[in-house]
């Protein structure tokens, strides 16, 4: 050991002495001022002693110069010491107990601007509920209007379809394709119909009833009982509870 670092170590044995009696927050950055400044001041003046070495004692300590600005095993003790440690523990809880503080704060605010606001926000919830609810019920109304609109006029197409299929009586190959082609075609519009709700209102064997059958004559029946529908002259027509056109019937006597 040279007799530079000999003073070095004396010097640092000499402000462990007296760490007791320095605050935790002056440790740190005392100490690193006072070991710096000593081992700049040993190089810049040499004692006697460090001026009986030879030049290779000098170019050691011009070497070694730079190394005195990095923290020494010293003051890496000092920053792990318990006294360090427990006050940096101090400021880190100082700090937790600021930020809860802002959060108290921003939580009162919060709950302060609920108890003004939420009464009017949870009307304005149900306002809007309630007319995308009636929204709702208008498009739907507006689709029904539609599809009993466009099925009233398609009726009086699948009467002239109904009668010609009655009237008709295929007598060689040529007719029968014919009339299978409107067969087709008349297929296709009772798929379009099932596909928008459009069916038939049962009319023979069920009960007379006013507001889907409409009564052109009555007639005697062995095969039914009195108010019983037993024969139908015109389909009728409904979209699921709308009616488009009331059976024409005849009734039981």
């Known amino acids: 050991m040279t007799i530079r670092q000999v003073l070095i170590t004396s010097l640092f044995s000499s402000i462990a002495s007296v760490d007791a009696f320095v605050t935790p927050s ?15 001041s040993i190089l810049r003046y040499p004692t006697p002693l460090a001026a009986e070495g030879d030049d290779a004692t000098e170019a050691e300590a011009k070497e070694a110069a730079p190394e005195a600005e990095l923290p020494s095993e010293e003051e ?21 107990a600021a930020l809860a503080k802002e959060v108290d704060e921003a939580n009162a605010v919060y709950l302060k601007g609920k108890e003004e606001w939420g009464p009017k926000f949870d009307l304005l919830n149900k306002e809007s509920q309630v007319v995308q609810d009636r929204m709702a019920k208008q498009t739907q109304l507006g689709m029904e209007t539609a599809t009993l609109d466009v099925a009233g006029k398609m009726l009086g197409v699948i009467d002239n379809y109904e009668r010609a299929f009655g009237a008709m009586k295929p007598s060689n190959d040529e007719e029968v394709e014919i009339t299978e082609a409107y067969q087709k075609t008349y297929d296709m519009i009772m798929d379009a119909f099932a596909a928008l709700n ?7 064997g069920a009960e007379f009833d006013y507001e889907l059958h ?3 004559m009555q007639l005697p029946s062995d095969e039914f009982d009195e108010g019983i529908v037993c024969q139908e002259l015109a389909p009728g027509w409904r979209c699921g509870d709308k009616l488009i056109r009331p059976a024409m019937v005849a009734v039981t006597v």
Not at 26 to 40: D, G, K, T
């Open 26 to 40: 002056q440790i740190s950055s005392q100490v690193v001022l006072n070991s710096a400044a000593a081992s700049r």
């Open 76 to 96: 890496s003790d000092i920053l792990n010491s318990p006294a360090f440690l427990k006050r940096k523990m101090e400021v880190l809880e100082s700090d937790l």
């Open 198 to 204: 459009v069916t038939k209102v049962e009319t023979v």
């Open 214 to 216: 409409q009564a052109v």
